[in-house]
């Protein structure tokens, strides 16, 4: 099966998409997700002008040698830009042998190894009260997980909390937005939220927080500890990872699980952290850390140490990276849980899918392939809309980890 074109298409309905369309010889095409939040057009120039050229003509069944050869290739290795373009054509050759298959994508991992995929949703408010009456809505739902953020006081444009009655989205505004970090503020302030949870809600209900890496090890192993009664599912990118030493720091300190792994893009960015047990949960994703392909030696690395999966899915991962990370997490043999914000109604118009959402567990649905496609001329409909995430400065002004 030839590869005979490819097209790289921007969207923006709510915000900005990046999707690869591999089309072949036998028409069939598949879909890969490139989006890079607040840098977008890298990637799509990274694609257009370096990738797509090599692809034209090749065995579009030969994924390992693609993979391999865009990976070595390049004499440039890693990085995001370059990973999430490698994640992109990986994710649509995946998709067009699962439907040249006729299978769903799982079928071709290696089938379900699970009934369903156990997703968390994203609670957040003002305050205390509001968090609470927001995880009070999850619960209704069906949600058995529900990660818990709110807004601190003292601390303008806390990490989590969105505008209003919006879904939270950071990256929404052209130049990034200045918020305020005081980790005092922060550590005084959490455990109180966390407490009011299990009260109010009892301990069956899972609950999970992000961290997003304001943190240094020590502190972060204080607020593991503070946090052990209320016994998370997992405190997330409690410090940042770069030193992946420093997660023993954290380990030594608490038993709290711990998540981290969003921003990787390469197993060489958490193979200590695997290796040497100090995570519970890795977060690396389909669409900036190489796709099926690697995310599988990933997995296959982390089971070997009782690390489980846990995958990053915000609305700034397309629904094609969502549908696909479903097919793994039903196949993968340690999963742990997947993160589900839903997308705005005019994502999904523009991407319909198979993947459905019933008491708490999603499903891929029996679509051969991921599962997700695209309607283009809705989607061109949208726009690119240059928008960049926010920066984080500590209230004397230093500059800080957002
Ligand atoms: O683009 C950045 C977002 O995806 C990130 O801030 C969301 O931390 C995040 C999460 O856990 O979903
Ligand atoms: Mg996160």
């Given at each position: 099966m030839i590869i005979k074109n490819i097209k790289v298409i921007v969207t923006s309905p709510g915000r900005n998409f990046v999707t690869l369309k591999i089309e072949t010889d036998q028409g069939i095409y598949g879909l890969g997700d490139a989006t890079l939040n607040g840098r977008e057009l890298s990637v799509v120039s990274y694609l257009e002008d370096h990738v797509i050229p090599v692809l034209i003509g090749r065995d579009a069944h030969r994924i390992q040698d693609i993979w391999a050869s865009l990976y070595k290739g390049a004499y440039w290795r890693r990085g995001p830009v370059t990973m999430s373009a490698i994640s992109a054509v990986d994710v649509a050759l995946w998709d067009i042998k699962a439907k040249a298959a006729n299978m769903p994508l799982y079928q071709l991992l290696?089938?379900?190894?699970?009934?369903g995929v156990l997703v968390y949703g994203h609670a957040n408010g003002a305050n205390i009260a509001e968090t609470v009456a927001a995880v009070g809505s999850y619960i209704d739902q069906g949600y058995k997980a529900v990660r818990a953020q709110s807004g601190i006081p003292g601390v303008k444009g806390s990490y989590g909390v969105g505008k209003g009655?919006?879904?939270?989205?950071?990256?929404?505004?052209t130049l990034p937005e200045e918020t305020v970090w005081s980790t005092t503020a922060y550590l005084n302030f959490i455990p109180e939220l966390f407490e009011t949870l299990r009260k109010t809600y009892g301990n069956e209900i899972e609950l999970l927080h992000d961290v997003?890496?304001?943190?240094?090890p020590n502190e972060a192993g204080a607020l593991g500890k503070a946090l052990e009664p209320y016994r998370l599912f997992w405190m997330e990118?409690?410090?940042?990872?770069?030193?992946?030493?420093a997660f023993r720091l954290v380990r030594e300190k608490t038993v709290t699980p711990l998540a981290v792994g969003e921003v990787f893009n390469s197993i060489h960015d958490c193979r200590r952290l695997i290796e040497n047990q100090w995570i519970d949960y890795i977060r690396a994703t389909l669409v900036h850390a190489g796709g099926v392909t690697h995310l599988r030696q990933i997995a296959s690395l982390a089971e070997l140490y009782q690390v489980r999966t846990g995958f990053h899915g915000a609305t700034d991962l397309s629904p094609v990276c969502m549908g696909t990370a479903l097919n793994f997490d039903l196949w993968v043999p340690n999963f742990g849980i997947q993160e589900y914000m839903k997308h705005s109604a005019a994502t999904d118009e523009v991407f319909p899918h198979s993947y459905t959402f019933k008491d708490g567990y999603m499903h891929p649905g029996e679509t051969p392939g991921h599962g997700v496609d695209i309607d283009e001329e809705l989607a061109a409909k949208y726009p690119y809309e240059p928008k960049q995430l926010p920066i984080a400065r500590l209230t004397d002004g230093t500059l800080w980890n957002w």
């Open positions: 290696g089938g379900a190894s699970r009934d009655t919006d879904h939270y989205e950071p990256a929404d505004s997003h890496h304001r943190l240094t990118d409690c410090t940042p990872a770069e030193n992946q030493d």
